[in-house]
């Protein structure tokens, strides 16, 4: 092989080299790539397991129903609502920063009415104002004006009625009249909601009004809220009661048992004791010999390291009892034997002789 024929393979040896590593080096991106990818969902794995236990319980459940009816109340309640609009949620009137008004005033001069009027600054669109306020005013008209120049720029938007022909007509009919005599007041306010009070009761007694008070209520959810919350206090209530009674018979069964427990035990000390006399009086007697009485010497011995072992609560202490009325009646029988045997005794065996 020349040399040229020995560079050519050496050089086709690198580059093999090169292509082997360029292969590694992607496969270490890609798995690099794959380890970010299972770091990112590992996050939304244990999401999705959190919310399905939470979903899974009762608790959770409740819980979730809880967070859904406060966001549902928080929405009704204005949470997203503009100034105005939070402020004639339970006012007539509102008044924005820079504008001159006595509040306290204009409130007295609207009174109940199904009136809501908004002061705002020159050159605000009114259109929009109105527009902003609509679920906070429902049921009422709205009047929005500001000053422009020696005029009032009034907008009216009427939510009395509905969107059939009629109702339409007499809304704009409402809208147009509501503001009209108030340019004569564009430097007193108040006068200028006298006027517009005096056009609401002309259209009242007209009938393109209909008449009665505004009444403002919390929103739905907020009733769920307060309902819930009651029926959470009553059930709680209800479940403390009935848990209690129930831990109370239980505790009063636990007591039961435990003092029957104990009267046997007692019980059980007594017989024993009765049965230890009657060893010790066969013994001062000279206890009669044989095989009869070393067994029961020997079977109280066993017996007491038995009884000595048990306790109140042990389900053997019935069986110990049987024991030690079984030895005491052999101690008897074995006493009588004695008596008989004795030396001057008129007693002689047999059942019922003497």
Do not use: H
Request: proline share 3%.
């Amino acid at each position: 092989m020349t040399g040229t024929e020995r560079r050519r393979v050496g050089t086709a040896r690198g580059r093999a080299g090169t292509a082997r590593r360029q292969v590694g080096t992607a496969r270490r991106r890609a798995g690099t790539e794959r380890g970010r990818a299972g770091t990112a969902r590992r996050p939304v794995g244990a999401v999705r397991r959190l919310l399905g236990r939470l979903v899974g319980t009762a608790f959770g459940r409740a819980v979730l129903a809880c967070l859904v009816l406060a966001g549902w109340a928080l929405w009704t309640g204005g949470l997203f609502d503009g100034p105005a609009a939070r402020q004639v949620r339970a006012s007539s009137v509102y008044a924005a920063s820079g504008v001159e008004l006595d509040r306290a005033a204009a409130e007295r001069v609207i009174g109940n009415r199904r009136l809501v009027v908004l002061m705002m600054r020159p050159g605000t669109d009114l259109a929009g104002t109105c527009d902003d306020t609509e679920r906070a005013t429902r049921g009422t008209l709205v009047l929005a004006m500001s000053r422009d120049g020696d005029d009032w720029d009034t907008y009216g938007c009427s939510r009395l009625g509905g969107d059939s022909p009629r109702d339409v007509g007499r809304s704009v009919v409402v809208e147009t009249v509501i503001g009209q005599g108030a340019d004569a007041f564009v430097d007193r306010p108040v006068e200028a909601l006298k006027v517009i009070v005096l056009n609401y009761d002309r259209l009242v007694r007209t009938g393109l009004v209909p008449d009665g008070a505004r009444t403002i209520s919390p929103s739905l959810p907020r009733y769920l809220l307060a309902g819930g919350a009651l029926g959470g206090v009553v059930a709680g209530a209800a479940v403390l009661w009935f848990g209690g009674r129930r831990a109370g018979r239980l505790a009063d069964a636990r007591r039961a048992g435990r003092d029957a427990r104990a009267d046997e035990r007692a019980a059980l000390g007594a017989a024993t004791a009765v049965l230890a006399q009657q060893i010790i009086d066969l013994d001062r007697a000279g206890g009669p010999g044989g095989s009869a009485y070393r067994r029961l010497a020997g079977d109280y011995v066993g017996l007491l390291d038995e009884v000595s072992g048990s306790d109140a609560g042990d389900p053997a202490v019935g069986r110990l009892r049987e024991r030690v009325d079984e030895l005491s009646r052999r101690a008897a029988e074995l006493a009588d034997e004695a008596a008989v045997a004795a030396p001057g005794s008129t007693r002689t065996r047999g059942r019922g002789r003497r």
